[in-house]
């Protein structure tokens, strides 16, 4: 299966990676996050954990445990840490305690090194003993709320490394070694590998998308931080100049609770827009996402805080001209002119859709240097390269 990735990435580069696989037999690894399904972190762990044990390193994926009032606490977590504001208080702390407690009798750390995911499960490491432990960051740690980054950062400083997903979110007032990890897709998975056009037109059809007509396309979690309000907004301005549709296509994540209000919130945003299709599918549709991706003229990730933006590299891995957000891990991935359009209002989108639509030579000449940026700096091998040189460097 590995070998598979040859033909995608060249000999040389996953002969590298065995190089280093090498060096790390006989290693144990346990990967902790807070979701089987649904959001970046889920799909990265899904394609990662297999390819790890195929090169030999032993390694294990463990989900925590909690209830709604726990996953309420971490999304607060999560939207004080992105927006640097919140109003959480010992009550809430006390909630992600008690879960971390719970959650630390279940989960065996029988292991040499141990990947925290996030801050949900970071208070794991409590129970430190002589494995190494790191802490994965997939968010914008940049602008936190103080007192909730305070309150993570007791836990934080007691993990051996940390890495983070763009320079940008490094951290000067901790501790610890860090490293730059920008996550990844996986070019073999149904959600990237090539499928025919038959395939894209059925699916298309199926949720009563004309594939005759331009289509737009956004797949993100129902989340204000992926702005599907914008998002409907800048398809309002486009649709006053060119007949196109729009397919918003978002899954429940365990793990995020606002999902429900925010999907009302898109709804009400896009009544008696027409053309508007809100998506609500099962979190594993990952042949109904590379439709929509390989289906769109242009995918729009538009973003008001983000930490990487897998799905940018997704459309781009496909050739789209992708407009995202100036914000996060997505500048590294779209620069500006070249390989996409950096926007932050939803004003600016309009204007890029409409140009993108417009010129087929711009957007195709675009979607061809997309793919290359992705082929050279977003497949799934190169993460893990580097998670492989993240794990030697913190064993010493
Ligand atoms: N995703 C999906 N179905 C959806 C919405 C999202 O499969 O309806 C996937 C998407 O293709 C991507 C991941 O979930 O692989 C989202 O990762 P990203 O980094 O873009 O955002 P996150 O949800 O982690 O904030």
């Known amino acids: 299966m590995i070998e598979k990735y040859a033909e995608i990435i060249g000999e040389n580069e996953l002969d590298a990676l065995f190089k280093i696989s090498e060096k790390l037999k006989g290693v144990s690894v346990l990967h902790v996050n807070s979701t089987q399904k649904g959001g970046g972190v889920a799909e990265i762990l899904n394609k990662l954990v297999p390819i790890m044990n195929e090169l030999g390193i032993k390694t294990d ?44 009798t279940e989960v065996p750390l029988d292991y040499d090194v141990i990947f925290v995911h996030d801050p949900q499960p970071a208070g794991l490491v409590e129970k430190k003993g002589k494995q190494k432990w790191i802490w994965r960051c997939h968010i914008d ?83 204000r931080a992926k702005d599907p309000q914008g998002v409907i907004t800048a398809f309002k301005g486009l649709k006053k100049h060119i007949d196109a549709q729009l397919v918003y296509l978002g899954s429940p994540a365990s793990d995020d609770p606002e999902g429900e209000i925010v999907y009302e919130e898109t709804l009400k945003a896009a009544e008696g827009v027409k053309d508007v299709h809100l998506l609500l ?5 990952d042949l109904e996402v590379n439709a929509f991706q390989r289906g769109a003229s242009v995918v729009m990730q538009k973003s008001i805080k983000e930490g990487f933006g897998l799905t940018v590299s997704e459309a781009m891995w496909k050739g789209k001209a992708v407009i995202g957000g100036n914000t996060g891990g997505i500048p590294l991935q779209i620069l500006h002119g070249y ?58």
């Not at 709604?68 to 208080?89: I, M, P, R, W």
């Not at 977003?378 to 030697?392: A, N, S």
Request: aromatic share 12%; charged share 25%.
């Open 339 to 396: 390989t996409g359009y950096l926007v932050n209002t939803p004003e600016e989108a309009t204007h890029y859709l409409i140009y993108l639509l417009r010129n087929d030579e711009i957007r195709e000449r675009i979607g061809r240097l997309a793919k290359e940026h992705v082929r050279n700096n977003f497949l799934i091998t190169r993460e893990l390269r580097d998670y492989l040189m993240v794990i030697l460097l913190t064993m010493g």
């Open 141 to 223: 740690i940049s602008n936190p709320y103080p007192p909730v980054w305070d309150f993570l950062k007791n836990y934080i400083q007691k993990y051996d490394s940390m890495i983070v997903s763009s320079p940008v979110f490094g951290r000067s007032d901790i501790n610890v070694p860090q490293f730059v990890v920008p996550p990844a897709i996986d070019p073999l998975s149904v959600k990237n590998r090539e499928i025919s056009s038959f395939t894209i037109e059925r699916i298309l059809r199926k949720f009563d998308v004309d594939p005759g007509r331009p289509l737009i396309t956004q797949i993100s979690r129902f989340d």
């Open 281 to 285: 599918l099962p979190p594993d549709s």
């Open 61 to 104: 994926w463990k989900v925590i445990r909690g209830d709604n009032e726990f996953f309420s606490v971490t999304k607060s977590f999560h939207n004080a840490l992105q927006n640097g504001k919140g109003n959480l208080d010992n009550d809430n702390f006390a909630i992600y305690k008690k879960w971390q407690e719970i959650n630390s």
